[in-house]
């Protein structure tokens, strides 16, 4: 894996690839503003980590990634799932996929920096279970999808 210049292909199979859980129980931390906890799964040779963060005080104000720790230590976000308390381009307060792109990487932009609108979740736990059913995560049990909005266009 080229995790210098790596190709969309290189980052579609890392997200692919198949992962589990090695802290199924992980706790919440309580941080300024909000609160996290990170799961560590392992993946082929590669490990990974999946996080999950909600603000306080806005439960629209979420975020739940992938990343892939780097042979040399550091993070690379492969896709991230947030929540629709802020716009993205030209998305505007609406749940929103990013996925980190060869182009992004190149450019020297957030690897993640491409979007796309998603009314798959509305909530953190909804975001965590497309998560996990996108990247072929397993090890975390009682995941539930949100339910549909009967109100959505």
């Known amino acids: 894996m080229n995790f210098v210049e790596p190709s969309d292909e290189e980052l579609e199979q890392l997200r692919l690839l198949p992962k589990r859980v090695t802290n199924a129980r992980a706790q919440w931390r309580e941080k300024q503003g909000h609160r996290q906890r990170n799961f560590m799964a392992g993946g ?5 980590e999946i996080y999950m963060r ?4 806005d439960p629209r104000d979420f975020s ?17 799932y947030n929540g629709s308390s802020h ?15 060869s182009e992004a990487i190149r450019m020297g932009w957030r690897p993640e920096s ?14 965590l279970y497309c998560l996990v059913n996108d990247c072929d995560v397993t090890g975390i049990d009682k995941l539930v999808p949100d339910e549909p909005d009967m109100f959505e266009n």
Do not use: M, W
């Not at 739940?64 to 991230?80: A, E, H, N, Q, Y």
């Open 114 to 127: 491409h979007a796309e609108e998603t009314s798959r979740y509305r909530t953190l736990d909804g975001a």
């Open 54 to 57: 909600q603000n306080t005080f």
């Open 87 to 101: 716009r993205h381009g030209a998305i505007r307060f609406r749940c929103h996929i990013h996925t980190s792109t």
């Open 64 to 80: 739940c990634g992938l990343s892939v720790i780097k042979p040399d230590g550091t993070k690379l976000t492969l896709c991230r």
């Open 44 to 48: 082929g040779d590669y490990l990974f």
